[in-house]
């Protein structure tokens, strides 16, 4: 136990706040919502050696903010379930490797401009209609349109024609043929493999396009799995999936089907593994931090995963406008709050402090994540928090109580609170979390600017890129850039990062536009998380990727 003044300062926050420091369930990022179900589905079969390929696996998971459009599906609770109902032209391997899954192949030309995608043939939704190059032409027209109001829109900005402030086509797309189409991109590219491997880039069949919100409850896929019938969604409770048979692509299930329950809290979850009655469990509460490698001996894993965790202070909220007196009042704020005290006592080592916007899980992070200039203000440093709070005071008097929002049915009370002690006790302010029943409630304010305080937030990755960490969040007018953050230079700095002709010099341009984002503060960075998960020890062959998911289509009992 270290004894020094900051670990001793921490321990008297702790105690304060030890009275509602009460576990609240819920996955690191985005996860926990309701269902009262208790009993895993089990596939049945006359036939033995079928038995691995019929069994249902149960699974944790969260009530969709909105109907299951890929476009429109930028939090993880849809996401778990479009990743497994849809498939891209390409997908990750356990490490983040992209491998071709409905493409033959994806070719760039000289300067990473104009990219030729093949794809498979006889490629199929689950409803037997084929998938054509005019499944993703129209697919992705429809995510980029301004009118539709697609949140995942700006993932489409680089092909030409595109257009964030009116209807316009993706002229950029050709279609060559049934089974090939080329990208035409406004700037070269290099990592644009990886990015088509996200979610937002996977086809639609015609049906969609008839009624998109009907097909939102009930949509046809031609992923490795699909809804078991029309009514396979049952809203705040679960969703269930079978196995596709139609699927070509290399996530072929080797189970079932996946039934995915959703919690009021992660405690329940948790007990009901430990019932038998839930199969896998992707995150675990924070009480079960010190016992799940005892509770699950041999069958549980504690990993790096490409999840960042931080709290977003919204840039219209008074006193943190920007400007002077905002920038100080933000930094002051991270100075305040002692990471390394809060990672070790609450999350029991599986939580690292952030020094940048990133994740450690990237490739080559260790050369430039730790380095990056002003990241000093990601450290606890009490007496500098004081300097520049009182700095801001005096240029407007600061008086009311700071708050942080959070979903309850996701596993943060705790660190809220501890986060909230440790401002109040150094800063010498009232500071106190705000709970929301819901993740999506949460969401709901957020997205109408509604917030009256700082709120919980964090990434998961899409796919393996810091581009895909900043971007999102940061770019001006981003889907998920919900505290409203602009800056011109980081968005030119972020367009010629994705245009650089190497890693190398991309990241270089990241590494300037996270310096300035640490200048700046439009996000409190916290924390990399560590995803540990548990499963019944029956279960075969589970895995847990990069972006802290587990690989589904391979878990077998």
Same mark, same amino acid.
């Given at each position: 136990?270290?004894?020094?003044?900051?670990?001793?300062?921490?321990?008297?926050?702790?105690?304060?706040?030890?009275?509602?420091?009460?576990?609240?369930?819920?996955?690191?990022?985005?996860?926990?919502?309701?269902?009262?179900?208790?009993?895993?589905?089990?596939?049945?079969?006359?036939?033995?050696?079928?038995?691995?390929?019929?069994?249902?696996?149960?699974?944790?998971?969260?009530?969709?903010?909105?109907?299951?459009?890929?476009?429109?599906?930028?939090?993880?609770?849809?996401?778990?379930?479009?990743?497994?109902?849809?498939?891209? =032209?390409?997908?990750?391997?356990?490490?983040?490797?992209?491998?071709?899954?409905?493409?033959?192949?994806?070719?760039?030309?000289?300067?990473?401009?104009?990219?030729?995608?093949?794809?498979?043939?006889?490629?199929?939704?689950? #409803?037997?209609?084929?998938?054509?190059?005019?499944?993703?032409?129209?697919?992705?027209?429809?995510?980029?349109?301004?009118?539709? &109001?697609?949140?995942?829109?700006?993932?489409?900005?680089?092909?030409?024609?595109?257009?964030?402030?009116?209807?316009?086509?993706?002229?950029?797309?050709? &279609?060559?043929?049934?089974?090939?189409?080329?990208?035409?991109?406004?700037?070269?590219?290099?990592?644009?493999?990886?990015?088509?491997?996200?979610?937002?880039?996977?086809? =639609?069949?015609?049906?969609?396009?008839?009624?998109?919100?009907?097909?939102?409850?009930?949509?046809?896929?031609?992923?490795?799995? &699909?809804?078991?019938?029309?009514?396979?969604?049952? %809203?705040?409770?679960?969703?269930?999936?079978?196995?596709?048979?139609?699927?070509?692509?290399?996530?072929?299930?080797?189970?079932?089907?996946?039934?995915?329950?959703?919690?009021?809290?992660?405690?329940?979850?948790?007990?009901?593994?430990?019932?038998?009655?839930?199969?896998?469990?992707?995150?675990?509460?924070?009480?079960?931090?010190?016992?799940?490698?005892?509770?699950?001996?041999?069958?549980?894993?504690?990993?790096?995963?490409?999840?960042?965790?931080?709290?977003?202070?919204?840039?219209?909220?008074? %006193?943190?406008?920007?400007?002077?007196?905002?920038?100080?009042?933000?930094?002051?704020?991270?100075?305040?709050?002692?990471? #390394?005290?809060?990672?070790?006592?609450?999350?029991?080592?599986?939580?690292?402090?952030?020094?940048?916007?990133?994740?450690?899980?990237?490739?080559?992070?260790?050369?430039?994540?730790?380095?990056?200039?002003?990241? #000093?203000?990601?450290?606890?440093?009490?007496?500098?928090?004081?300097?520049?709070?009182?700095?801001?005071?005096?240029?407007?008097?600061?008086?009311?109580?700071?708050?942080?929002?959070?979903?309850?049915?996701? #596993? %943060?009370?705790?660190?809220?609170?501890?986060?909230?002690?440790?401002?109040?006790?150094?800063?010498?302010?009232?500071?106190?979390?705000?709970?929301?029943?819901?993740?999506?409630?949460?969401?709901?304010?957020?997205?109408?600017?509604?917030?009256?305080?700082?709120?919980?937030?964090?990434?998961?990755?899409?796919?393996?890129?810091?581009?895909?960490?900043?971007?999102?969040?940061?770019?001006?007018?981003?889907?998920?850039?919900?505290?409203?953050?602009?800056?011109?230079?980081?968005?030119?700095? =972020?367009?010629?990062?994705?245009?650089?002709?190497?890693?190398?010099?991309?990241?270089?341009?990241?590494?300037?536009?996270?310096?300035?984002?640490?200048?700046? =503060?439009?996000?409190?960075?916290? @924390?990399?998380?560590?995803?540990?998960?548990? @499963?019944?020890?029956?279960?075969?062959?589970?895995?847990?990727?990069?972006?802290?998911?587990?690989?589904? %289509?391979?878990?077998?009992?």
């Amino acid at each position: 136990m270290k004894t020094n003044r900051k670990a001793l300062a921490a321990l008297s926050i702790f105690a304060a706040g030890s009275l509602a420091l009460t576990a609240c369930g819920g996955g690191s990022g985005d996860s926990g919502k309701s269902s009262e179900s208790t009993t895993s589905s089990q596939g049945t079969t006359t036939d033995p050696n079928a038995a691995a390929t019929t069994d249902i696996i149960s699974t944790n998971g969260t009530e969709p903010q909105n109907p299951l459009i890929p476009t429109n599906t930028t939090e993880v609770g849809g996401g778990k379930i479009t990743d497994l109902v849809f498939a891209g =032209l390409v997908s990750f391997d356990a490490k983040g490797a992209p491998q071709l899954d409905q493409a033959e192949s994806i070719e760039p030309n000289a300067d990473n401009t104009v990219w030729t995608v093949k794809l498979k043939s006889g490629l199929k939704f689950s #409803d037997g209609t084929p998938v054509t190059s005019d499944s993703f032409i129209k697919a992705w027209n429809y995510g980029a349109k301004f009118s539709n &109001k697609q949140g995942a829109s700006y993932f489409f900005e680089n092909i030409k024609g595109y257009d964030a402030e009116k209807d316009s086509e993706l002229t950029g797309l050709k &279609k060559t043929s049934d089974t090939e189409f080329t990208v035409t991109l406004n700037n070269p590219e290099s990592d644009f493999k990886l990015r088509i491997g996200y979610t937002a880039f996977v086809p =639609l069949p015609e049906v969609a396009f008839k009624d998109m919100k009907a097909f939102g409850e009930s949509p046809i896929g031609n992923g490795p799995y &699909k809804l078991a019938d029309a009514k396979a969604w049952t %809203h705040n409770a679960g969703i269930e999936l079978v196995k596709s048979d139609s699927y070509q692509g290399a996530r072929t299930p080797k189970n079932g089907g996946i039934s995915i329950k959703f919690y009021t809290t992660q405690d329940a979850a948790y007990a009901d593994v430990q019932g038998g009655n839930l199969d896998v469990l992707d995150q675990i509460p924070s009480k079960a931090f010190k016992t799940f490698t005892s509770d699950f001996p041999d069958s549980n894993v504690n990993q790096s995963a490409a999840i960042f965790q931080s709290f977003t202070i919204p840039q219209y909220l008074e %006193h943190f406008k920007p400007g002077e007196e905002g920038e100080l009042r933000r930094q002051a704020i991270s100075l305040a709050v002692d990471r #390394d005290a809060i990672t070790d006592k609450i999350f029991e080592g599986t939580r690292a402090p952030a020094k940048d916007f990133t994740s450690p899980v990237l490739s080559g992070w260790d050369t430039w994540g730790k380095g990056l200039a002003g990241n #000093d203000v990601l450290s606890y440093n009490a007496d500098k928090a004081k300097e520049l709070w009182a700095k801001a005071d005096a240029i407007s008097k600061y008086e009311g109580t700071f708050t942080i929002a959070y979903n309850a049915d996701g #596993d %943060h009370q705790t660190w809220v609170t501890a986060v909230a002690n440790s401002l109040s006790e150094t800063l010498g302010i009232k500071a106190e979390g705000k709970s929301y029943p819901a993740f999506k409630q949460l969401l709901d304010d957020e997205n109408k600017d509604a917030m009256t305080g700082a709120f919980r937030s964090g990434w998961q990755a899409d796919y393996p890129a810091a581009y895909n960490f900043l971007a999102p969040l940061y770019q001006t007018g981003a889907g998920s850039n919900y505290g409203r953050y602009s800056n011109k230079e980081v968005d030119a700095l =972020l367009k010629s990062g994705a245009a650089a002709g190497s890693a190398e010099a991309a990241q270089a341009d990241y590494n300037k536009a996270q310096e300035i984002l640490i200048k700046e =503060l439009p996000v409190v960075p916290l @924390w990399y998380s560590n995803v540990q998960s548990v @499963w019944n020890p029956k279960l075969k062959n589970v895995e847990i990727g990069w972006n802290s998911v587990p690989l589904y %289509h391979e878990i077998t009992k």
